[in-house]
T-cell receptor, first 112, second 113 residues
Framework: SQQGEEDPQALSIQEGENATMNCSYK?????LQWYRQNSGRGLVHLIL?????REKHSGRLRVTLDTSKKSSSLLITASRAADTASYFC????????????FGRGTSLIVHP | NAGVTQTPKFQVLKTGQSMTLQCAQD?????MYWYRQDPGMGLRLIYY???????DKGEVPNGYNVSRLNKREFSLRLESAAPSQTSVYFC????????????FGEGSRLTVL
């Protein structure tokens, strides 16, 4: 069963705009990760945020984590056409196997 | 540095046939995983191997078997393929089970007729 669920399922924006995706999960976690998947390719790790962290940055990516609301957001600033991809959050339930469980993903299209 | 390599990339099977998906990693990782990806379902864990010599069931293990041949290689076997096993299969590895970041292969696209 999916631990994390991304929202929205699909997002279409213009190049230069910001893209925000959200992830909600059900049980307490150790870590939350975001991955990107280009069409027909494998997943690529973007960023990991630990349960005791609230915000993390990596280049144009900003991830926030609110453990009280069991939610996370991924912000991509100044989007480029090359950011077109599906984005997945993955959580590992605390007290469990530490194996990441993936959501269904957000499909992002950035129009040039 | 190849990372995680999966073979074959594409395969078509008839119902009842068997096949093995191969996965190898060259990053000296201890943990390896098999996921399947279906439209609208995200990725679901089939089996994982936390370390060489151990394997454990994931969320959807029925119809599959795995072998952790050595530290580098983790294979997934379908003994009697069914149309419900039509999917894209991804192998992944991580330094250890609790270190978070997974490194994925490019996927193996399997169609069962």
């Amino acid at each position: 069963s999916q631990q994390g669920e991304e929202d929205p399922q699909a997002l279409s924006i213009q190049e230069g705009e910001n893209a925000t995706m959200n992830c909600s999960y059900k049980t307490s976690i150790n870590n939350l990760q975001w991955y990107r998947q280009n069409s027909g390719r494998g997943l690529v790790h973007l960023i990991l945020i630990r349960s005791n962290e609230r915000e993390k940055h990596s280049g144009r990516l900003r991830v926030t984590l609110d453990t009280s609301k069991k939610s996370s957001s991924l912000l991509i600033t100044a989007s480029r056409a090359a950011d077109t991809a599906s984005y997945f959050c993955a959580t590992d339930a605390s007290g469990g196997s530490y194996i990441p469980t993936f959501g269904r993903g957000t499909s992002l299209i950035v129009h040039p | 540095n190849a990372g995680v390599t999966q073979t074959p990339k594409f395969q078509v099977l008839k119902t009842g046939q068997s096949m093995t998906l191969q996965c190898a990693q060259d990053m000296n990782h201890n943990s390896m995983y098999w996921y399947r990806q279906d439209p609208g379902m995200g990725l679901r864990l089939i089996y994982y191997s936390a370390s060489e010599g151990t394997t454990d069931k994931g969320e959807v293990p029925n119809g599959y078997n795995v072998s952790r041949l050595n530290k580098r290689e983790f294979s997934l076997r379908l003994e009697s393929a069914a149309p419900s096993q039509t999917s894209v299969y991804f192998c992944a590895s991580s330094i250890n089970r609790n270190t978070g970041e997974l490194f994925f292969g490019e996927g193996s696209r399997l169609t069962v007729l």
